[in-house]
């Protein structure tokens, strides 16, 4: 039976593919570096280009000496003709790589030295060619087709991350360029990665290694997995590591040193840090503390309803502020779509919205769901709570560099400060500023009333305005504001830096509407770098009715981190 609706996971597919997706937020990393920047915004200087090129030459050497090696593994006589041919490639593109780099317009240099960078990677490919992969017996010792199939998969596992990995990047490098306007000089170089042949070359290799892993035990698989993983990793640190000599855009912790970087980042908390909404994991508190009583049937204090009839309550709650809140967006909406950025516009609509939500927090408090909860349950919740993948990691890194001179701020309209506090403090984090609303307490249960501190957009910005004008005395530093919900909206545009991550329909709908521009980081960075080059950048400014969206938090660490 068909089913309608049905989605491809991360599972199908052979085990290339999978490798693939499990890793490719790791590879959106590399966009983010200053060399692939500089080289998409075509002001790369052409040393910088050259010197990497140069490199090819140990990897084409390595390639092919691999290839020799997994193909002497293989059992199938058809697995060995296809791995041979790819050797041949190899081979022609080393002997015929000075007449390429001429075709593309460029000189390679007489004399190059293989970076550190380079011999990590080669050193590995080859290493894994050989038979020395870690819980592996040595080549001579290889006796059996399962043994030597087993190693003609580790050895393409180290190799078919590279080719997928340019084969993504040139991709995404082509698609932020401007046909009718592009004065990119190294763009045949980057077509020629973006080319059929070279994605038919990288598929082979896929379609290789799937076919030589379908006899592998689960154990072999988790080694190709390993090897899959440092290749792509070690791949990525050569990128990183290419020399730029001039001023780039990214990442910031680079762009303001030698003197540090004085970065202020504020971030939203539910479904930006968060992977769950917190009013959802307060209601579950309430309704396990109402079910306890239920089943110890007894009268308590503080837990006034049973939790039937407090999951209907939470229930009619939710749908209802759903769908008010659907209206009111719609309702601030303006009858046509306003031609230029009018910010003006947005905060006058925004007040509505404020109105809208200091009503719908009165309705919660007035319901009575919040009254009963244990400190001590809350704060249990937040130890447990799952964020997005890369938040906390990318936080505790800002905060624990000492060039950076950084504060994070959580600005959240989250009901329970302690629940937020808790959450970040199971982590390896310091403590961070918190500014949300609370729930009071009489000894160590909530009263069931709201301390309200955050519950509009102008709240949001009022805070992170105090908390600019207190780092007024520390010098020029940069602010970067994360979020997706409409609540985020005035900070996002106020920061130097507004980061969309989990954008909400409402954010979009009304950013439209009111000429708003939303653009993928990665190609803001590209026209930023070039602006640089012109001499018409002097740096990120907010205020420019400009968003930038990102898919993950592993964007956000290169951005602002670097690799």
């Known amino acids: 039976m068909i089913m309608e609706g049905f989605q491809a996971t991360p599972d199908d597919g052979g085990i290339a593919k999978r490798l693939w997706v499990k890793f490719k937020n790791e590879s959106l990393c590399a966009l983010y570096t200053p060399f692939v920047v500089c ?12 010197h990497c090129i140069s490199q090819d030459v140990y990897f084409l050497q390595a390639f ?15 697995d ?5 041919v790819m050797r041949k490639r190899v081979l022609r593109k080393l002997k015929d790589q000075d007449d390429l780099v001429r075709e593309w317009g460029f000189e390679l240099p007489e004399v190059s030295t293989c970076d550190n960078a380079t011999v ?27 043994e030597k199939t087993r190693l003609a998969a580790y050895a393409l596992s180290a190799i078919a991350p590279c080719m997928r990995l340019y084969s993504f990047l040139s991709k995404e490098i082509k698609a932020v360029l401007v ?8 763009e045949r170089w980057i077509d020629c990665l973006c080319s059929e042949s070279f994605e038919a070359n990288a598929s082979r290799i896929e379609d290789l290694l799937d076919k030589l892993s379908v006899t592998l035990t689960g154990e072999e698989l988790d080694v190709v997995e390993k090897l899959y993983h440092q290749a792509m990793k070690l791949e990525l640190e050569f990128i990183a590591a290419q020399p730029i000599t001039q001023s780039t855009i990214t990442p910031i912790s680079q762009v303001q040193e030698p003197a540090g970087c004085n970065l202020t980042l504020f971030c939203d908390f539910d479904m930006t840090c968060s992977a769950v909404d917190s009013s959802a994991l307060l209601a579950d508190v309430a309704i396990i503390a109402a079910a306890k009583t239920d089943l110890e049937d007894c009268e308590s204090p503080y837990v006034h309803i049973s939790a039937a009839d407090l999951r209907a309550t939470w229930s009619n ?19 046509e779509t306003v031609g230029r950025f ?7 609509a925004l007040v509505q919205l404020s109105d809208f939500e200091s009503r719908a927090n009165d309705m919660v408090v007035h319901s009575g769901v919040l009254r009963g909860l244990s400190q001590e349950d809350i704060k249990r919740v937040g130890e ?43 982590g390896a984090l310091p403590e961070l500023n918190v500014h949300s609303n609370e729930l009071p307490y009489e000894g160590s249960v909530t009263t069931g009333d709201m301390i309200k501190k955050m519950e509009s957009p102008m709240d949001k910005l009022q805070a992170f305005n105090d908390i600019l004008k207190s780092r007024e005395n520390n010098g020029k530093h940069t602010t970067v504001y994360v979020g997706g919900s409409v609540g985020d909206f005035l900070c996002l545009l106020n920061a130097d830096v507004g980061i969309v991550i989990g954008m909400s329909a409402g954010l979009k709908r009304l950013g439209d509407q009111f000429g708003v521009t939303f653009v993928p980081l990665f190609s803001g960075l590209v026209t930023k770098q070039r602006e640089l080059a012109e001499g018409s950048c002097s740096g990120w400014t907010g205020m420019s009715g400009i968003l930038y969206t990102v898919s993950s938090w592993d964007e956000i660490h290169a951005f602002i981190l670097g690799l």
């Open 64 to 78: 092919a000496h691999a290839y020799e090696l997994a193909e002497d593994y293989a059992d199938d006589d058809e």
């Open 179 to 186: 046909p009718e306007e592009s004065t990119n000089i190294y």
């Open 317 to 335: 709650l939710s749908s209802k502020y759903i769908e008010e809140y659907e209206q009111c967006i719609e309702s601030i909406r303006p009858s």
């Open 384 to 426: 447990h709570l799952i964020f997005q993948n890369g938040c906390k990691n990318v936080l505790q890194e800002i905060l624990g560099r000492e060039n950076m001179h950084a504060n994070v701020h959580i600005l959240s309209y989250c009901w329970s400060g302690d629940l937020i506090r808790s959450a970040f403090s199971s």
């Open 342 to 348: 009018d910010y003006e516009g947005l905060c006058k």
């Open 39 to 50: 080289l998409a915004s075509g002001t790369l200087d052409s040393k910088s280009f050259l």
């Open 80 to 84: 060995k003709e296809a791995i041979r």
């Open 120 to 146: 990590r990677y080669t050193d590995f490919l080859l290493a894994t060619a050989a038979g020395k992969v870690e819980g592996e017996k040595g080549r001579g010792k290889i006796v059996t087709p399962f």
